[in-house]
């Protein structure tokens, strides 16, 4: 693009330093600066922060900004103020002397930008102050922070769409990745539902290198990615904060510089990090994904992901952090069943409803998708985004295209064992089908005698799960957390098992698992871990609700034994360990209600007795009881025992018609104590 003559040039050649705008940059920031609404979806390292920061030079009053994180906000500010611009932050790392300065700028009306953390909205007295001080317009960092859909949702900026119905200011928002439901709940939320002026720009980073590999020895993947970038700075993305801690070891003592970053550290060792990072060369930092939004670094040369991240789009924003100053940068995603496992449970342990349960399954589908992808990856990852003209030659498939195969036959048997079981199973359950594997489980439902019963005995069971793994990554099945995980067919399945369309899968990964050797062992099995999810789950909400840690309700142990028993009463439940009365009658039906998919219903006095001799007695009292109602002849008048006399009479120990004609009385003891004798005596 040629220079530009405008005041906008010249205060982006004298502020900024850039002789012209990047693609797309020049509509949006005439389109702010007209006091339109705008929704800006631009890629990572795509100059967003700019096109709300020269509008905010162009014309007089203040725009607020609105941002996530307070290492990004204090960045921009610093590198707003060394350009001679009047910008400050409100956050809870400044120091009073910083806070006197902000303030004091306010008051005199030179300050152009204000950095708010979403958290202060929280205050009754920022809108006053913002109403008083003169505000211009709002702009919002990292905009898909608003959705419930989106992959960094934040409570606190929902408040967004009240304060600019407050301030009746124009809105500009930005983020890097929101697919259509995320950008479909930003309008809503943000602009009250009247659309907003939007701007989508390509999402392709064309100098970016995509890579993905099935995790093997992953340690020492991560080290040798590492070693072959040796002095250049890099991320390493961990699922959890015991391995980035340990991945920063290996690597030191592997003469690599590395630091590693969570959210279990204090607040200053965070802050430390952080500004290692930024100022030194060379530097790795393994650390879970709180770090990294909004980081500024423009030569991350690598990003690698030790686990799966949790969606396209955390992907996508992860990778982002490569890069961005346009250099060549590398990335490699490591991934295996146990991230797969882990990432389900995650989603069937939230409390969101079942419905965006299911969407967020799909979410993890679409990256698996991209993970066994049969061709260009990058062609996979944008066309999630809806971009079709897509030009790689930097990625792992367009270096080494995957061996693949027609895998019609293997997928519609899946399919099939699937269909035949009423899509009430997951992968361990359907491959033991395929297998012919005669469990305890496949004999009593009678799944022997399916036609697919050892059907698929080509593959092994480390095979079969690359195959349901390769099928979800097709979208051809999706978990259901209705059904704990069972997994149902989608549509797109239905024209392959009718024969009508056929399907290729990756034979590199199939032959790579036979190989593999087997995961860590699970706290449960495959076919009982989505259970296990949905139990931990109702026990977090209990937890929440009454204030408590989650092992008060219940114990992780006491969990697994209800996800692998599936008590389907209240006295199965009483055998479980850890389930006293208290708990059974606190608690049992409502983790009942998760096994079995109702409530148990029972009458408290009998749920008392639930898990001992003295239940199944009441019961049969209580039968008997009903059949003698009306006498031996069926024409006396009615007559019955209270729930609580009923359960004095299954406890005695001695039984005998005197001790029944103390708790029942004469009429009732002459109605039912031959029979009641029976039934105790019988049991005695």
């Given at each position: ?26 509509e ?26 020269l ?62 953390a ?12 913002l ?13 898909h ?48 539902g ?19 590999a ?16 040796k ?17 920063a ?38 650390a ?16 690698a ?37 882990l ?6 342990e ?68 699937i269909?035949?079981t ?31 019963f ?42 392959i ?126 039968e ?7 006498g ?17 009479v ?6 005998d ?28």
């Open positions: 693009m040629a220079p530009l003559d405008d005041g906008a040039a010249t205060l982006l050649k004298d502020v900024f330093g850039f002789d012209a705008f990047r693609p797309g940059q020049r949006i920031v005439d389109a702010v600066t007209a006091g339109e609404n705008v929704l800006a979806i631009m890629p990572t390292g795509g100059g967003k922060s700019l096109c709300f920061q509008p905010a030079l162009i014309d007089d009053g203040l725009t607020v900004v609105i941002s996530p994180l307070i290492a990004l906000m204090r960045d921009q500010v610093r590198a707003l103020q060394e350009a001679g611009v009047g910008a400050g932050a409100l956050t809870s790392g400044n120091t009073p002397e910083e806070t006197d300065a902000v303030w004091e700028g306010l008051e005199a009306g030179t300050l152009r930008l204000l950095y708010m979403p958290e202060r909205l929280a205050s009754g007295s920022v809108t006053g102050m109403r008083r001080v003169g505000v211009r317009r709002i702009a919002v960092d990292e905009a922070c608003v959705s419930q859909w989106g992959h960094d949702f934040r409570p606190d900026y929902l408040r967004i769409g009240e304060l600019r119905r407050a301030l009746d200011v124009p809105l500009a928002a930005f983020t890097a990745t929101a697919d259509a439901e995320t950008q479909e709940e930003i309008v809503q939320k943000l602009f009250n009247q659309p907003p002026r939007a701007f989508l720009r390509g999402f392709d980073r064309p100098n970016i290198h995509l890579a993905f099935a995790k093997n020895k992953p340690r020492d993947q991560i080290l040798n990615f590492a070693a072959a970038r002095g250049q700075s890099g991320i390493v993305y961990c699922g959890t904060r015991a391995k980035t801690e340990g991945i070891r290996a690597l030191n003592e592997a003469g690599q510089k590395a630091i590693h970053y969570h959210g279990g550290m204090e607040a200053e060792d965070r802050r430390i990090a952080e500004a290692r990072f930024q100022q030194e060369d060379g530097l790795i930092v393994c879970t994904v709180a770090f990294g939004m909004g980081v500024d670094k423009p030569d991350i040369r690598w990003v992901h030790a686990d799966l991240p949790k969606s396209i789009e955390a992907y996508y924003q992860e990778i982002g952090r490569a890069g961005r100053d346009g250099a060549p940068a590398e990335t490699l995603t490591l991934f295996g069943p146990d991230d797969i496992r990432r389900r449970s995650q989603i069937d939230g409390l969101a409803p079942p419905e965006r349960r299911a969407a967020d399954h799909a979410r993890l589908n679409a990256l698996l998708g991209l993970a066994e992808a049969l061709e260009c990856r990058r062609k996979t990852l944008l066309g999630y985004f809806d971009e079709t003209e897509v030009t790689c030659g930097r990625c792992d498939l367009c270096d080494s295209p995957a061996e693949t195969f027609n895998g019609t036959t293997a997928v519609r048997k899946a399919l099939s064992a269909l035949r009423d899509e009430w199973f997951g992968a361990g359950h359907l491959t033991d089908i395929l297998l012919g594997i005669e469990t305890d489980k496949v004999r009593a439902r009678g799944h022997t005698d399916l036609p697919t050892g059907v698929g005995t080509e593959y092994d069971r480390r095979q079969w799960q690359a195959i349901f793994r390769q099928m979800m990554g097709h979208d051809l099945i999706r978990p259901d957390p209705d059904r704990h995980g069972a997994l149902r067919m989608t549509d797109a399945a239905r024209p098992l009718r024969g009508e369309a056929d399907i290729t899968l990756r034979r590199d990964t199939i032959r790579a698992a036979a190989g593999r050797r087997p995961a860590v062992k699970a706290m449960v099995s495959e076919e009982d871990a989505p259970l296990l999810s949905a139990l931990k789950a109702k026990r977090r909400a209990l937890a929440e609700a009454a204030k408590v840690p989650a092992y008060i309700i219940f114990t992780d142990r006491t969990l697994i034994e209800m996800a692998e028993g599936r008590p389907a009463t209240l006295d199965g439940m009483a055998k479980v360990g850890g389930v006293g009365a208290k708990k059974l009658e606190t608690y049992g039906s409502a983790f009942l209600e998760v096994i079995n998919g109702e409530a148990a219903q029972m009458h408290p006095t009998r749920r008392k007795l639930a898990g001992r001799t003295a239940g199944g007695l009441y019961d049969r009292l209580l008997v009881q009903a059949e003698l109602a009306r031996e002849s069926g024409i006396d008048k009615p007559l019955s025992c209270s729930a609580s006399e009923l359960a004095k299954a406890q005695l120990h001695s039984p018609e005197k001790s029944l004609s103390r708790i029942l009385g004469e009429r009732r003891t002459e109605r039912f104590g031959p029979a009641f004798l029976d039934i105790l005596r019988e049991a005695g």
